[in-house]
């Protein structure tokens, strides 16, 4: 198959699974340093999976970010809400309009290296909590890079209309260990296992069955879990 | 006027004119660093008439677009081709997606101030050159800005269906000194004359009967000049 596509590839759950999904596609995986919380934690695993899988792997600074816009998940793991992965709770975690950052830039390199598509691993559950993952937006940005580039790159979503345990269930199938995946967004030492993202992710994995090898710093799920 | 606007500003003659035809309503002037050649120049006028109209002016540094990015507009004065300002001789100059990307910052820092507009000062000669400078791209940029944000950013492009000339007689109106702005791509210590840029500069200054006070390395206008 030809190598066609970027993927922007954050180093937790949705991503690493669409980057072993499509990798014979995926020329480049282009991730992003924007001082989040968890961004060191998640980035090391992006690089691991690139790694292991022989395929390149740039990450690109974006200080701007964690200097001028302002989201808990930029602010310390004290700022991050607990609780259910809902709307009211999630959205102090919002970096303003960062999926549009990041697909410009992969949609310049995209141009810049000849490459046709920029892939993206948002899924259903996003699209609530965070504007930029919703269908509408992605069909904005899409038609944005193709009018915008002489090559007339365009967004892949494949993963759009499935929920986490969706992607799951395939990277279980791909024989993926998730443990070797980051989404904790306090970004501390362990997984924190109450936080938004740590209740979203362990619903997943069971959901999806699989044995989660996850350390948690919450190890049992409590029934305050949904 | 409410400022409600972010403008994104390089220090050249289009969008300096833009921050004071709008200056009520510009909260925040935003220039990029990427590493062209003319950088510095344009981003040292950027400044100055920020500082005269007391108007809030960000630098935001891009560094992986000189790293990563092939352009003659990034590879040395050399590199930039003399000659009129058609496509053939300026495709070289073109940054892959540049107002794809500086737009969705602009955007992404308009949603984090809860400013509505991104106001951008392409116009009518940039069309066939820079793919990112077309009306669909912006209807498209648009779109995206609106629906990837919680406030719906808008952008806003007035000068769109401009030439540069025209743009030029709206600065004489507003009493602009034009030597004040920087348009070569070469980026030396004067503008060279010759380039594209400094062509169609010199074109749309004589067009709209402003004595031309820049200093420019060839200072006569040949007859090569259409």
């Known amino acids: 198959m030809e190598k066609d596509t970027i993927l922007v ?24 340093h924007y001082g989040s919380n968890h961004n060191d934690k998640e980035l090391a695993f992006a690089r691991l999976h690139c790694e292991r899988l022989g395929i390149r792997h740039i990450v690109i600074p974006l200080d701007f970010i964690g200097r001028y816009f302002r989201s808990s998940l930029l602010a310390g793991a004290e700022a991050v809400p607990d609780g259910d992965y809902a709307e009211d709770n999630m959205r102090s975690t919002v970096v303003p309009f960062r999926n549009g950052i990041m697909l410009s830039v992969a949609a310049g390199m995209a141009e810049n290296e000849g490459l046709q598509y920029v892939m993206m691993a948002n899924h259903s559950g996003d699209h609530t909590v965070y504007p930029d993952c919703r269908p509408e937006f992605v069909e904005a940005m899409s038609k944005a890079a193709e009018t915008g580039t002489w090559n007339r790159v365009q967004l892949l979503t494949p993963y759009t209309l499935l929920n986490k345990a969706d992607i ?53 799920r409590t029934s305050g879990l949904k």
Chains 1, 2 share one sequence.
């Open 9 to 32: 590839l954050s180093g937790g759950l949705d991503s690493t699974t669409m980057l072993y999904e499509y990798r014979e596609r995926i020329a480049l995986a282009l991730s992003f």
């Open 168 to 220: 799951a269930r395939r990277g279980k199938a791909l024989g993926i260990d998730y443990s070797e995946t980051w989404s904790c967004y306090k970004g501390g030492e362990h997984h924190c296992g109450t936080c938004g993202t740590c209740r979203e992710r362990r619903e997943a994995l069971a959901e999806a069955g699989i044995n989660d090898t996850t350390v948690y710093d919450l190890p049992v």
